[in-house]
């Protein structure tokens, strides 16, 4: 059971690159999310889906752009990239239930530069 | 809205030294509450998990915590550290809102354990 897989592990972009980070799942979760890690800042949503079909923005979606035309992938678009999207990302993917834990990636480490 | 405050951002401690990491919480409605360790260079792994009844709760690796409603608090203790132990670890709270079911992350303790 692979859980959430992300790709690439690495990227460095130039200013104004467009890339795609990808997310796939394989526990059948409804619910999927793209979080970007900051030191100090903790965790802060960019975008996130609560079925296929289904995407709404968070805290931070600015730059980003996301679909979800399957329940297993959920990727993350940059659109044209700026030093201020440095930053680690990560994807998590939950039932659809307030009480249940998210599985995470492991991540991907983006410099723009 | 539901947010919540770790209110140390780093904590060094001495191996086989107990340690406590503090988590504040605001919400206006019933929330669960988490907490995740992230080891260096990994994703964030679930150590343990508050959703009701007995307010101490045991987690993975020999962690606990503590919910106090009155307080609004989930703190995280561990009474003897490993080198292991080194890591950031994020309380979290899930309830209803805007978001959907959504998770609010703290800021993140960075515990640094020395030999």
């Known amino acids: 059971n692979a859980g959430v897989t992300q790709t690439p592990k690495f990227q460095v972009l130039k200013t104004g690159q467009s890339m795609t980070l990808q997310c796939a799942q394989d526990m059948n979760h409804e619910y999927m999310s793209w979080y970007r890690q900051d030191p100090g800042m903790g965790l802060r949503l960019i975008h996130y889906?609560?079925?296929?079909?289904?995407?709404d923005q968070g805290e931070v979606p600015n730059g980003y752009n996301v679909s979800r035309s399957t329940t297993e992938d959920f990727p993350l678009r940059l659109l044209s990239a700026a030093p201020s999207q440095t930053s680690v990302y990560f994807c998590?993917?939950?039932?659809?239930?307030?009480?249940?834990?998210?599985?995470f990636g492991q991540g991907t480490r983006l410099t723009v530069v | 809205a539901q947010s919540v405050t770790q209110l140390d951002s780093q904590v060094p401690v001495f191996e086989e030294a107990p340690v406590e990491l503090r988590c504040n919480y605001s919400?206006?409605?019933?929330?669960?509450l988490f907490w995740y360790v992230q080891y260096p260079n990994q994703g964030l792994q679930l150590l343990l998990k508050?959703?009701?009844?007995?307010?101490l709760v045991k987690g993975i690796n020999g962690f606990e915590a503590e919910f106090n409603k009155s307080q609004t608090s989930f703190h995280l203790r561990k009474p003897s550290v490993h080198i292991s132990d080194t890591a950031e670890y994020f309380c979290?709270?899930?309830?209803?809102?805007?978001?959907?079911?959504?998770?609010?992350f703290g800021g993140g303790t960075r515990v640094l354990v020395k030999p």
């Open positions: 979290a709270v899930s309830g209803p809102g805007a978001a959907g079911n959504k998770l609010t």
């Open positions: 998590a993917s939950r039932e659809d239930r307030m009480n249940t834990e998210a599985f």
């Open positions: 508050y959703l009701s009844g007995s307010t």
């Open positions: 919400s206006s409605v019933s929330v669960y």
């Open positions: 889906s609560v079925g296929a079909g289904i995407t």
